[in-house]
């Protein structure tokens, strides 16, 4: 196990997300302190560290976990009877843009189906539902990120089943998670027309919502579009405020609480009903 912790700490990936880690802390101090200076209460300190809790446990699990999903990858990639990629990772060469265009919709596209079918059935819900109980909106919350991240690979199957190539995958998920956490923040409001394509922090705020017409809209990763065509798509309201959080609220900073409260909620209905 050692060997490979060793060696996941040493592939050219984990170094890309250090320094995307770093970005990340330099941005959080940037929003904490631009909240200091203009008065708002953008950060509470007990839900901050429960989401470096929450992302130190994520981290951790990832570790292991990307092995096991690139070989998951390579393995559906090996059945594939269709070949939209050319099969290997590369920047320029095999039709070179095209095909990470490609690869960039079709895996926006996975995204919303996996965020989508997490918020609506009960069962996957417990693995996504940490992410959603802080209430606070900021940059670290896009790090409180669950910590059995197992039930996601599914929705990016037919992509390696597509032929498109295994790293290819996750360099195009990586970029949208990296995207994404520029989405959780209060000191966007608006970016102009980039609003009809974009998902944007003010879209997403919308999404981190607990409150109506606010609740289950706007799935989107990169792009909002799927959220129009899908009819799940809501604007932010002039005059209804939004509510950020859970209901009920989970009345946890304890990342252990925030991982597995709602897989024991689940685990008692479950014995509830067989008795």
């Not at 631009?34 to 809790?53: E, P, S, T």
């Not at 995958?169 to 980039?194: D, E, N, P």
């Not at 609220?249 to 925030?258: A, D």
């Amino acid at each position: 196990m050692l060997e490979l912790l060793q060696k996941s700490l040493n592939a050219p990936v984990s170094i890309i997300y250090s320094m995307m880690y770093s970005l990340y802390a330099l941005l959080i101090i940037s929003e904490a302190s631009y909240g200091q200076i203009r008065n708002l209460a953008l950060y509470k300190w007990q839900d901050f560290a429960a989401n470096m809790g929450m992302f130190a446990g994520f981290s951790l699990v990832n570790l292991f976990w990307v092995h096991a999903v690139f070989w998951l990858y390579t393995w559906v990639g090996s059945l594939s009877i269709i070949s939209l990629g050319s099969g290997t990772w590369h920047l320029f060469a095999y039709g070179g843009w095209r095909e990470w265009l490609l690869l960039f919709v079709l895996d926006d596209l996975c995204y919303y189906c996996f965020h989508r079918t997490h918020h609506h059935v009960a069962l996957l819900w417990p693995a996504h539902v940490p992410h959603h109980s802080s209430q606070q909106f900021n940059f670290s919350v896009a790090l409180r990120q669950t910590w059995l991240p197992f039930t996601a690979v599914i929705f990016w199957l037919p992509l390696a089943w597509l032929g498109f190539d295994p790293l290819m995958i996750m360099t195009m998920q990586m970029v949208s998670l990296f995207y994404q956490f520029f989405l959780h923040t209060r000191a966007v409001k608006s970016l102009g027309w980039l609003e009809w394509v974009l998902n944007t922090p003010s879209h997403h705020s919308i999404h981190h919502a607990c409150n109506e017409p606010y609740v289950n809209k706007n799935f989107g990763g990169v792009l909002i579009i799927w959220d129009r065509l899908f009819c799940s798509f809501a604007k932010l309201q002039a005059d209804m405020s939004v509510r950020y959080g859970i209901e009920p609220p989970l009345q946890s900073y304890n990342p252990l609480v925030i991982a597995f409260a709602d897989y024991k909620k689940l685990l008692g209905q479950y014995l509830g009903v067989r008795k």
